[in-house]
Protein backbone atom coordinates (compact mmCIF):
# COMPACT_ATOMS: atom_id res chain seq x y z
CA UNK A 1 0.00 0.00 0.00
CA UNK A 2 1.47 3.22 -1.16
CA UNK A 3 1.82 6.26 1.33
CA UNK A 4 -1.06 8.03 -0.21
CA UNK A 5 -3.56 5.07 0.09
CA UNK A 6 -2.69 4.82 3.76
CA UNK A 7 -3.07 8.46 4.40
CA UNK A 8 -6.43 8.32 2.07
CA UNK A 9 -7.32 5.30 4.66
CA UNK A 10 -6.42 7.46 7.61
CA UNK A 11 -8.59 10.10 6.73
CA UNK A 12 -11.59 8.29 6.22
CA UNK A 13 -11.26 6.43 9.73
CA UNK A 14 -10.91 9.53 11.04
CA UNK A 15 -14.07 11.24 9.38
CA UNK A 16 -12.85 14.49 8.60
CA UNK A 17 -12.28 16.97 6.51
CA UNK A 18 -12.19 20.99 5.66
CA UNK A 19 -9.38 23.21 5.81
CA UNK A 20 -6.51 23.66 7.90
CA UNK A 21 -6.58 24.82 11.61
CA UNK A 22 -4.80 28.29 12.03
CA UNK A 23 -1.05 27.93 11.91
CA UNK A 24 0.75 27.72 15.43
CA UNK A 25 1.81 31.40 16.15
CA UNK A 26 5.14 30.09 17.23
CA UNK A 27 5.44 28.99 13.52
CA UNK A 28 4.26 32.85 12.74
CA UNK A 29 7.27 33.64 15.22
CA UNK A 30 9.67 32.01 13.89
CA UNK A 31 9.16 32.75 10.01
CA UNK A 32 9.15 36.41 10.78
CA UNK A 33 12.92 35.81 12.72
CA UNK A 34 13.76 34.28 8.87
CA UNK A 35 11.93 37.03 7.23
CA UNK A 36 14.16 40.33 9.59
CA UNK A 37 17.66 37.98 8.70
CA UNK A 38 17.04 37.62 5.34
CA UNK A 39 16.29 41.39 4.72
CA UNK A 40 19.42 42.38 7.06
CA UNK A 41 21.64 43.21 4.04
CA UNK A 42 19.17 45.82 2.62
CA UNK A 43 19.33 47.06 6.25
CA UNK A 44 22.71 47.52 6.20
CA UNK A 45 22.51 49.89 2.71
CA UNK A 46 19.43 51.82 4.30
CA UNK A 47 21.05 52.34 7.42
CA UNK A 48 24.96 53.42 5.95
CA UNK A 49 23.10 56.51 3.60
CA UNK A 50 20.57 57.57 6.81
CA UNK A 51 23.78 58.02 8.53
CA UNK A 52 25.59 59.76 5.76
CA UNK A 53 25.61 63.56 5.82
CA UNK A 54 22.81 65.09 3.39
CA UNK A 55 25.56 67.31 1.94
CA UNK A 56 27.38 64.31 1.19
CA UNK A 57 24.83 61.82 0.35
CA UNK A 58 23.69 64.46 -2.83
CA UNK A 59 27.41 64.80 -3.70
CA UNK A 60 27.88 60.89 -4.20
CA UNK A 61 23.85 60.62 -5.83
CA UNK A 62 24.55 63.63 -8.02
CA UNK A 63 28.48 62.93 -9.23
CA UNK A 64 29.51 62.57 -12.87
CA UNK A 65 30.69 59.41 -11.92
CA UNK A 66 26.86 57.92 -10.39
CA UNK A 67 25.65 59.80 -13.36
CA UNK A 68 27.53 57.86 -15.97
CA UNK A 69 27.51 54.44 -13.78
CA UNK A 70 23.51 54.82 -13.93
CA UNK A 71 23.26 55.59 -17.34
CA UNK A 72 25.11 52.70 -18.42
CA UNK A 73 23.53 50.28 -15.85
CA UNK A 74 20.33 51.34 -17.49
CA UNK A 75 21.50 50.90 -21.13
CA UNK A 76 22.72 47.63 -20.60
CA UNK A 77 19.96 46.02 -18.68
CA UNK A 78 17.70 47.59 -21.39
CA UNK A 79 19.34 46.93 -24.10
CA UNK A 80 20.11 43.06 -23.28
CA UNK A 81 16.45 42.61 -22.45
CA UNK A 82 15.57 43.94 -25.41
CA UNK A 83 17.44 41.39 -27.76
CA UNK A 84 16.99 38.62 -25.58
CA UNK A 85 13.59 39.11 -26.49
CA UNK A 86 13.94 39.32 -30.28
CA UNK A 87 16.22 36.04 -30.06
CA UNK A 88 14.16 34.45 -27.73
CA UNK A 89 10.57 34.65 -29.13
CA UNK A 90 11.08 33.85 -32.62
CA UNK A 91 13.03 30.38 -31.22
CA UNK A 92 10.26 29.39 -29.20
CA UNK A 93 8.07 30.06 -32.21
CA UNK A 94 10.07 28.11 -34.47
CA UNK A 95 10.18 25.48 -32.32
CA UNK A 96 6.63 24.95 -30.86
CA UNK A 97 3.99 26.55 -33.86
CA UNK A 98 6.29 25.36 -36.93
CA UNK A 99 7.62 22.73 -38.82
CA UNK A 100 10.97 23.13 -38.52
CA UNK A 101 13.01 20.01 -38.87
CA UNK A 102 14.75 18.92 -35.75
CA UNK A 103 12.49 20.49 -33.71
CA UNK A 104 13.33 18.73 -30.35
CA UNK A 105 17.38 19.16 -30.88
CA UNK A 106 16.63 23.46 -31.97
CA UNK A 107 15.06 23.05 -28.41
CA UNK A 108 17.59 21.76 -26.36
CA UNK A 109 20.34 23.74 -28.30
CA UNK A 110 18.34 26.84 -27.44
CA UNK A 111 17.61 25.88 -23.48
CA UNK A 112 21.14 24.74 -22.78
CA UNK A 113 23.43 28.31 -23.41
CA UNK A 114 22.11 28.54 -19.99
CA UNK A 115 24.30 25.75 -18.47
CA UNK A 116 27.53 28.03 -19.17
CA UNK A 117 28.16 30.83 -16.91
CA UNK A 118 27.73 34.43 -18.60
CA UNK A 119 31.58 35.19 -16.60
CA UNK A 120 32.98 32.05 -18.36
CA UNK A 121 30.99 32.88 -21.97
CA UNK A 122 32.58 36.07 -21.25
CA UNK A 123 35.87 34.81 -21.19
CA UNK A 124 35.84 32.89 -24.12
CA UNK A 125 34.19 35.41 -26.35
CA UNK A 126 37.36 38.15 -25.06
CA UNK A 127 39.68 34.98 -25.74
CA UNK A 128 37.98 34.52 -29.33
CA UNK A 129 37.37 38.08 -30.62
CA UNK A 130 40.02 39.86 -28.30
CA UNK A 131 43.11 42.25 -29.77
CA UNK A 132 45.12 38.85 -29.08
CA UNK A 133 42.45 36.46 -29.76
CA UNK A 134 41.96 33.41 -32.04
CA UNK A 135 40.37 35.81 -34.56
CA UNK A 136 43.15 38.45 -34.80
CA UNK A 137 46.01 35.86 -35.16
CA UNK A 138 44.10 34.14 -38.05
CA UNK A 139 43.20 37.55 -39.69
CA UNK A 140 47.21 38.46 -39.06
CA UNK A 141 48.36 36.83 -42.04
CA UNK A 142 46.21 38.60 -44.02
CA UNK A 143 47.66 41.88 -43.19
CA UNK A 144 45.10 42.69 -40.97
CA UNK A 145 46.51 44.27 -38.09
CA UNK A 146 43.69 44.98 -36.08
CA UNK A 147 39.90 44.45 -35.59
CA UNK A 148 37.56 46.37 -33.60
CA UNK A 149 37.26 45.57 -29.89
CA UNK A 150 35.07 43.37 -27.91
CA UNK A 151 35.63 45.78 -24.72
CA UNK A 152 32.74 48.08 -23.90
CA UNK A 153 29.16 47.79 -24.30
CA UNK A 154 28.45 46.04 -27.14
CA UNK A 155 30.42 43.10 -25.77
CA UNK A 156 28.64 42.89 -22.53
CA UNK A 157 25.04 43.30 -24.69
CA UNK A 158 26.51 40.44 -26.63
CA UNK A 159 27.39 37.85 -24.08
CA UNK A 160 24.65 38.42 -21.62
CA UNK A 161 22.39 38.25 -24.46
CA UNK A 162 23.71 35.00 -25.84
CA UNK A 163 23.47 33.47 -22.43
CA UNK A 164 20.51 34.72 -20.94
CA UNK A 165 18.12 34.54 -23.73
CA UNK A 166 17.13 31.28 -22.58
CA UNK A 167 14.77 32.71 -19.87
CA UNK A 168 12.68 34.33 -22.59
CA UNK A 169 12.60 31.15 -25.05
CA UNK A 170 11.83 28.89 -22.18
CA UNK A 171 8.97 31.05 -20.56
CA UNK A 172 7.48 32.10 -23.66
CA UNK A 173 7.47 28.35 -25.13
CA UNK A 174 5.79 27.39 -22.25
CA UNK A 175 2.96 29.95 -22.63
CA UNK A 176 3.08 28.31 -26.01
CA UNK A 177 2.34 25.13 -25.45
CA UNK A 178 -0.19 25.39 -22.98
CA UNK A 179 -2.13 28.22 -25.60
CA UNK A 180 -5.47 27.02 -27.10
CA UNK A 181 -4.31 26.95 -30.70
CA UNK A 182 -8.28 26.49 -31.74
CA UNK A 183 -8.47 30.41 -31.24
CA UNK A 184 -5.85 30.97 -34.06
CA UNK A 185 -7.37 28.83 -36.26
CA UNK A 186 -10.92 30.27 -35.95
CA UNK A 187 -9.61 34.08 -36.60
CA UNK A 188 -8.10 32.08 -39.41
CA UNK A 189 -11.71 31.20 -40.85
CA UNK A 190 -12.28 35.45 -39.80
CA UNK A 191 -10.42 35.55 -43.39
CA UNK A 192 -7.08 36.52 -40.96
CA UNK A 193 -3.75 36.35 -42.30
CA UNK A 194 -1.29 34.18 -40.30
CA UNK A 195 0.20 37.43 -39.53
CA UNK A 196 -2.72 39.22 -38.15
CA UNK A 197 -3.84 35.96 -36.05
CA UNK A 198 -0.66 36.20 -34.67
CA UNK A 199 -0.92 39.68 -33.52
CA UNK A 200 -4.47 40.26 -32.78
CA UNK A 201 -4.80 35.94 -30.79
CA UNK A 202 -1.52 35.04 -30.03
CA UNK A 203 0.99 37.36 -29.10
CA UNK A 204 -1.86 39.04 -26.58
CA UNK A 205 -1.74 35.96 -24.69
CA UNK A 206 1.81 34.61 -24.66
CA UNK A 207 2.92 38.24 -23.91
CA UNK A 208 2.62 37.84 -20.14
CA UNK A 209 5.50 34.72 -21.08
CA UNK A 210 7.53 36.74 -23.01
CA UNK A 211 7.16 39.78 -19.97
CA UNK A 212 8.27 37.05 -17.08
CA UNK A 213 11.04 35.73 -18.99
CA UNK A 214 12.36 39.62 -20.05
CA UNK A 215 12.03 40.10 -16.23
CA UNK A 216 14.28 37.69 -15.87
CA UNK A 217 16.62 38.29 -17.81
CA UNK A 218 16.62 42.15 -16.95
CA UNK A 219 17.22 41.25 -13.31
CA UNK A 220 19.67 39.41 -14.43
CA UNK A 221 21.62 41.30 -16.22
CA UNK A 222 21.32 44.01 -13.51
CA UNK A 223 23.23 41.91 -10.64
CA UNK A 224 25.85 40.51 -12.92
CA UNK A 225 29.21 40.76 -12.13
CA UNK A 226 31.65 38.93 -14.04
CA UNK A 227 30.11 40.03 -17.62
CA UNK A 228 30.91 44.23 -17.10
CA UNK A 229 33.98 43.32 -15.31
CA UNK A 230 35.55 40.95 -18.36
CA UNK A 231 34.28 43.69 -20.83
CA UNK A 232 35.21 46.79 -19.22
CA UNK A 233 32.03 48.15 -18.38
CA UNK A 234 31.39 50.19 -15.81
CA UNK A 235 28.33 49.81 -14.08
CA UNK A 236 26.74 49.04 -10.55
CA UNK A 237 28.18 46.01 -9.57
CA UNK A 238 31.60 46.66 -11.26
CA UNK A 239 31.85 49.96 -9.61
CA UNK A 240 30.62 48.91 -6.19
CA UNK A 241 33.33 46.15 -6.32
CA UNK A 242 36.52 48.43 -7.04
CA UNK A 243 34.71 51.03 -4.58
CA UNK A 244 34.82 48.25 -1.25
CA UNK A 245 38.20 47.70 -2.42
CA UNK A 246 39.28 50.55 -2.48
CA UNK A 247 37.63 50.79 1.01
CA UNK A 248 35.65 53.86 -0.34
CA UNK A 249 32.43 52.95 1.82
CA UNK A 250 30.39 55.77 1.07
CA UNK A 251 30.93 55.72 -2.31
CA UNK A 252 29.79 51.77 -2.38
CA UNK A 253 26.58 52.64 0.22
CA UNK A 254 25.24 54.97 -1.98
CA UNK A 255 26.03 52.79 -5.41
CA UNK A 256 24.64 50.17 -3.69
CA UNK A 257 21.14 51.84 -3.04
CA UNK A 258 20.68 53.31 -6.29
CA UNK A 259 20.86 49.49 -7.63
CA UNK A 260 18.88 48.53 -4.77
CA UNK A 261 16.27 51.14 -5.93
CA UNK A 262 16.11 49.51 -10.05
CA UNK A 263 16.36 46.04 -8.49
CA UNK A 264 12.74 46.82 -6.41
CA UNK A 265 11.57 48.59 -9.53
CA UNK A 266 12.20 45.51 -11.40
CA UNK A 267 10.20 43.55 -8.99
CA UNK A 268 7.14 45.87 -8.71
CA UNK A 269 7.06 45.60 -12.60
CA UNK A 270 7.20 41.88 -11.96
CA UNK A 271 4.66 41.80 -9.42
CA UNK A 272 2.28 43.65 -12.30
CA UNK A 273 2.75 41.41 -14.88
CA UNK A 274 2.34 38.52 -12.66
CA UNK A 275 -1.25 40.09 -11.70
CA UNK A 276 -2.02 40.52 -15.00
CA UNK A 277 -0.82 37.00 -15.90
CA UNK A 278 -3.86 35.77 -13.66
CA UNK A 279 -6.37 36.53 -16.37
CA UNK A 280 -4.79 34.70 -19.68
CA UNK A 281 -6.48 32.03 -21.23
CA UNK A 282 -5.01 28.79 -21.47
CA UNK A 283 -5.91 25.35 -23.09
CA UNK A 284 -7.67 22.52 -21.01
CA UNK A 285 -6.03 19.92 -23.10
CA UNK A 286 -3.68 19.54 -26.14
CA UNK A 287 -5.55 21.47 -28.49
CA UNK A 288 -3.04 23.53 -30.67
CA UNK A 289 -3.14 25.09 -33.88
CA UNK A 290 -1.80 23.41 -36.68
CA UNK A 291 1.37 23.49 -38.00
CA UNK A 292 3.07 26.60 -39.54
CA UNK A 293 4.55 24.87 -43.11
CA UNK A 294 7.53 27.28 -43.37
CA UNK A 295 8.62 25.75 -47.15
CA UNK A 296 11.41 27.81 -48.31
CA UNK A 297 12.07 29.44 -44.64
CA UNK A 298 12.70 26.54 -42.93
CA UNK A 299 16.86 26.74 -44.43
CA UNK A 300 16.99 30.44 -43.03
CA UNK A 301 15.16 29.39 -40.00
CA UNK A 302 17.74 26.50 -39.43
CA UNK A 303 20.52 28.74 -40.28
CA UNK A 304 19.48 31.31 -37.31
CA UNK A 305 18.87 28.41 -34.84
CA UNK A 306 21.80 26.69 -35.57
CA UNK A 307 24.25 30.63 -35.61
CA UNK A 308 23.05 30.60 -32.00
CA UNK A 309 24.12 27.64 -30.77
CA UNK A 310 27.47 27.73 -32.67
CA UNK A 311 27.77 31.44 -31.00
CA UNK A 312 26.50 29.99 -27.33
CA UNK A 313 27.94 26.58 -27.24
CA UNK A 314 30.37 25.52 -29.76
CA UNK A 315 32.01 28.74 -29.64
CA UNK A 316 32.66 28.34 -25.77
CA UNK A 317 33.24 24.74 -25.18
CA UNK A 318 35.53 25.11 -28.23
CA UNK A 319 37.86 27.77 -26.34
CA UNK A 320 37.90 25.87 -23.12
CA UNK A 321 39.07 22.47 -25.13
CA UNK A 322 41.32 24.96 -26.85
CA UNK A 323 42.75 25.94 -23.67
CA UNK A 324 43.04 22.62 -22.47
CA UNK A 325 45.10 21.29 -25.21
CA UNK A 326 47.60 24.11 -25.08
CA UNK A 327 47.85 23.89 -20.84
CA UNK A 328 50.91 23.50 -19.53
CA UNK A 329 51.38 20.32 -17.49
CA UNK A 330 52.60 22.26 -14.71
CA UNK A 331 51.19 25.30 -13.30
CA UNK A 332 53.24 28.22 -11.37
CA UNK A 333 53.38 28.27 -8.03
CA UNK A 334 50.33 29.10 -6.45
CA UNK A 335 47.76 28.64 -9.62
CA UNK A 336 47.95 24.75 -9.59
CA UNK A 337 43.92 23.30 -9.77
CA UNK A 338 43.61 20.73 -6.84
CA UNK A 339 40.83 18.40 -5.44
CA UNK A 340 40.71 20.93 -2.78
CA UNK A 341 38.81 23.99 -4.72
CA UNK A 342 36.26 21.29 -5.88
CA UNK A 343 35.61 20.07 -2.29
CA UNK A 344 35.55 23.15 -1.05
CA UNK A 345 32.77 24.31 -3.79
CA UNK A 346 30.72 21.10 -3.19
CA UNK A 347 30.79 21.67 0.68
CA UNK A 348 29.71 25.43 0.37
CA UNK A 349 27.24 24.37 -2.07
CA UNK A 350 25.75 21.10 -0.28
CA UNK A 351 25.63 23.55 3.15
CA UNK A 352 23.52 26.15 1.45
CA UNK A 353 21.35 23.57 -0.12
CA UNK A 354 20.79 21.87 3.25
CA UNK A 355 20.07 25.41 5.42
CA UNK A 356 17.88 26.67 2.63
CA UNK A 357 15.86 23.65 3.07
CA UNK A 358 15.74 24.22 6.66
CA UNK A 359 14.86 27.67 6.28
CA UNK A 360 12.08 27.31 3.45
CA UNK A 361 10.28 24.59 4.89
CA UNK A 362 8.36 26.97 7.54
CA UNK A 363 8.40 29.80 5.03
CA UNK A 364 6.81 27.45 2.83
CA UNK A 365 4.05 25.66 4.81
CA UNK A 366 3.13 29.10 6.22
CA UNK A 367 2.54 30.73 2.99
CA UNK A 368 0.45 27.72 1.82
CA UNK A 369 -1.35 26.40 4.86
CA UNK A 370 -2.08 30.18 6.53
CA UNK A 371 -5.29 32.07 6.02
CA UNK A 372 -4.27 35.36 6.24
CA UNK A 373 -3.05 37.69 4.06
CA UNK A 374 -0.43 38.27 5.97
CA UNK A 375 0.93 34.36 5.76
CA UNK A 376 2.05 34.95 1.96
CA UNK A 377 4.88 37.90 3.13
CA UNK A 378 7.16 36.34 3.98
CA UNK A 379 7.30 34.61 1.38
CA UNK A 380 7.38 37.49 -0.97
CA UNK A 381 9.90 39.24 1.46
CA UNK A 382 12.37 35.40 0.80
CA UNK A 383 12.06 36.76 -2.93
CA UNK A 384 14.08 40.54 -2.25
CA UNK A 385 17.10 38.36 -1.82
CA UNK A 386 17.05 37.14 -4.73
CA UNK A 387 16.38 40.53 -6.28
CA UNK A 388 19.44 42.04 -4.71
CA UNK A 389 22.20 41.70 -7.06
CA UNK A 390 24.99 39.51 -4.89
CA UNK A 391 28.02 41.96 -4.54
CA UNK A 392 25.50 44.14 -2.79
CA UNK A 393 24.75 41.29 -0.46
CA UNK A 394 28.80 40.63 0.11
CA UNK A 395 29.17 44.04 0.61
CA UNK A 396 26.32 44.26 3.20
CA UNK A 397 27.52 41.50 4.90
CA UNK A 398 31.03 42.09 5.24
CA UNK A 399 30.03 45.63 7.38
CA UNK A 400 27.17 44.14 9.14
CA UNK A 401 30.16 41.34 10.35
CA UNK A 402 32.25 44.12 11.20
CA UNK A 403 30.06 46.03 13.31
CA UNK A 404 28.07 43.65 14.69
CA UNK A 405 29.20 40.05 15.20
CA UNK A 406 33.37 40.66 14.38
CA UNK A 407 34.23 37.58 15.39
CA UNK A 408 32.25 35.89 12.29
CA UNK A 409 34.19 38.11 9.58
CA UNK A 410 35.75 36.34 7.10
CA UNK A 411 33.77 33.26 7.96
CA UNK A 412 32.42 30.24 5.82
CA UNK A 413 28.84 30.79 7.77
CA UNK A 414 28.58 34.59 6.22
CA UNK A 415 29.51 33.15 3.18
CA UNK A 416 27.04 30.30 3.33
CA UNK A 417 24.47 33.02 5.02
CA UNK A 418 24.75 34.89 1.82
CA UNK A 419 24.07 32.28 -0.39
CA UNK A 420 21.13 31.62 1.63
CA UNK A 421 19.47 35.31 0.95
CA UNK A 422 20.50 34.94 -2.43
CA UNK A 423 18.85 31.66 -3.51
CA UNK A 424 16.29 31.17 -0.99
CA UNK A 425 13.19 31.59 -2.73
CA UNK A 426 14.50 28.34 -5.29
CA UNK A 427 13.71 26.33 -2.47
CA UNK A 428 10.80 28.26 -1.34
CA UNK A 429 9.32 27.82 -4.68
CA UNK A 430 9.79 23.85 -5.03
CA UNK A 431 8.44 23.75 -1.78
CA UNK A 432 5.12 25.62 -1.60
CA UNK A 433 4.26 24.03 -5.01
CA UNK A 434 4.89 20.86 -3.13
CA UNK A 435 2.84 21.46 -0.20
CA UNK A 436 -0.18 22.57 -1.41
CA UNK A 437 -0.50 19.43 -3.43
CA UNK A 438 -1.30 17.99 -0.18
CA UNK A 439 -4.70 17.61 1.05
CA UNK A 440 -5.59 19.16 4.23
CA UNK A 441 -7.65 16.43 5.62
CA UNK A 442 -4.73 14.03 6.20
CA UNK A 443 -3.09 16.52 8.76
CA UNK A 444 -6.59 16.76 9.99
CA UNK A 445 -6.89 12.89 10.31
CA UNK A 446 -3.18 12.52 11.86
CA UNK A 447 -4.38 15.44 14.57
CA UNK A 448 -7.18 13.70 15.35
CA UNK A 449 -5.49 10.27 16.18
CA UNK A 450 -3.45 11.84 18.60
CA UNK A 451 -0.52 13.24 16.60
CA UNK A 452 1.07 16.64 17.47
CA UNK A 453 1.59 19.35 14.64
CA UNK A 454 5.16 18.54 14.46
CA UNK A 455 4.55 14.66 14.25
CA UNK A 456 1.81 15.14 11.83
CA UNK A 457 4.05 17.29 9.50
CA UNK A 458 7.14 14.64 9.92
CA UNK A 459 4.56 11.53 9.23
CA UNK A 460 2.09 13.05 6.82
CA UNK A 461 3.26 16.25 5.47
CA UNK A 462 6.91 15.83 5.08
CA UNK A 463 7.09 12.31 2.88
CA UNK A 464 4.73 13.69 0.77
CA UNK A 465 6.42 17.22 -0.12
CA UNK A 466 10.04 15.72 -0.23
CA UNK A 467 10.60 15.13 -3.99
CA UNK A 468 9.89 19.37 -4.06
CA UNK A 469 12.13 19.93 -1.38
CA UNK A 470 14.63 17.47 -3.22
CA UNK A 471 14.23 19.66 -6.81
CA UNK A 472 14.95 23.10 -4.62
CA UNK A 473 17.66 21.81 -3.24
CA UNK A 474 19.54 20.56 -6.20
CA UNK A 475 18.81 24.01 -7.61
CA UNK A 476 20.62 25.94 -4.96
CA UNK A 477 23.63 23.47 -4.99
CA UNK A 478 23.87 24.25 -9.17
CA UNK A 479 23.40 28.24 -8.44
CA UNK A 480 25.51 28.32 -5.42
CA UNK A 481 28.87 26.58 -7.25
CA UNK A 482 28.44 29.47 -10.02
CA UNK A 483 27.94 32.56 -7.66
CA UNK A 484 31.16 34.80 -8.18
CA UNK A 485 30.49 37.73 -6.94
CA UNK A 486 29.57 36.80 -3.30
CA UNK A 487 32.13 34.15 -3.09
CA UNK A 488 35.22 36.49 -4.03
CA UNK A 489 34.34 38.82 -1.23
CA UNK A 490 32.95 37.16 1.75
CA UNK A 491 35.53 33.91 1.38
CA UNK A 492 37.95 33.30 4.23
CA UNK A 493 41.65 34.36 3.20
CA UNK A 494 42.65 31.45 1.67
CA UNK A 495 40.07 29.77 0.91
CA UNK A 496 39.51 29.10 -2.78
CA UNK A 497 36.59 27.43 -4.67
CA UNK A 498 36.48 26.24 -8.42
CA UNK A 499 34.45 30.00 -8.93
CA UNK A 500 37.36 31.84 -7.27
CA UNK A 501 40.52 29.87 -9.00
CA UNK A 502 38.71 30.45 -12.30
CA UNK A 503 38.81 34.45 -11.79
CA UNK A 504 42.37 34.00 -10.61
CA UNK A 505 44.01 32.37 -13.15
CA UNK A 506 42.00 34.46 -16.01
CA UNK A 507 43.26 37.53 -14.28
CA UNK A 508 46.78 36.33 -14.30
CA UNK A 509 47.18 35.39 -17.97
CA UNK A 510 46.71 31.79 -17.37
CA UNK A 511 43.67 30.85 -19.46
CA UNK A 512 45.20 27.11 -20.10
CA UNK A 513 44.11 26.65 -16.01
CA UNK A 514 41.37 27.38 -16.11
CA UNK A 515 39.69 25.07 -18.41
CA UNK A 516 39.28 21.90 -16.53
CA UNK A 517 37.36 24.13 -13.44
CA UNK A 518 34.98 25.82 -16.35
CA UNK A 519 34.59 22.77 -17.91
CA UNK A 520 33.80 20.89 -14.25
CA UNK A 521 30.72 24.44 -14.19
CA UNK A 522 29.84 23.49 -17.44
CA UNK A 523 29.20 20.37 -16.54
CA UNK A 524 27.23 20.55 -12.92
CA UNK A 525 25.12 23.19 -14.14
CA UNK A 526 24.02 20.96 -17.31
CA UNK A 527 22.46 19.17 -14.72
CA UNK A 528 19.98 21.76 -13.65
CA UNK A 529 19.25 21.94 -17.31
CA UNK A 530 18.50 18.07 -17.49
CA UNK A 531 15.71 19.03 -14.87
CA UNK A 532 14.38 21.44 -16.90
CA UNK A 533 14.16 19.17 -20.27
CA UNK A 534 12.80 16.42 -18.16
CA UNK A 535 10.18 18.33 -16.37
CA UNK A 536 9.06 19.85 -19.68
CA UNK A 537 8.86 16.11 -21.14
Known sequence: MGTSDRLERLREQAGVGGRDASEPTVLAVVVLAISLLLVSPIAWVLITASEMPTGRLVELVLSETTTTVTVNTVVLVATVTAMSVLVGVPLAILTVQTDLPFKRFWTITSALPLVVPSYIGAFAFVSAFGPRGELADLLAP??????????????AVLVLTLFTYPYVFLTTRASLISFDGTVVEAARTLNHTRWQAFKRVTLPQIAPGIAAGALLVALYALSD???????????????IFVEEQARNLDAAAVLSLLLLVLAMAILAVESRIGASRDGAYVASGDRRAGEIELG??????????AAIATLCLALPVGILTQWLLRASESAPSGFQFTATHVVNSVGLAAGAAGLCVVVALPIAYLSARGDGKLSSLPERVSYVGYAVPGVVIGLSLIYLALRFVPFLYQSLFVLVFAYVVRFLPQAVGTTESSILQVDPSY?????????????SFRKVVLPLVAPGIAAGAALVFLTTMKELPATLMLRPIGFETIVTYIWLVRGAAYQGQAAVPALILVGVSGLSMLVILRQEG
Do not use: N
Open 142 to 155: LGVEQIPTIYGLHG
Open 225 to 239: FGTPAIMRYDVFTRM
Open 296 to 305: YWKYPAMAFC
Open 443 to 455: IEAARSLGYGPIT
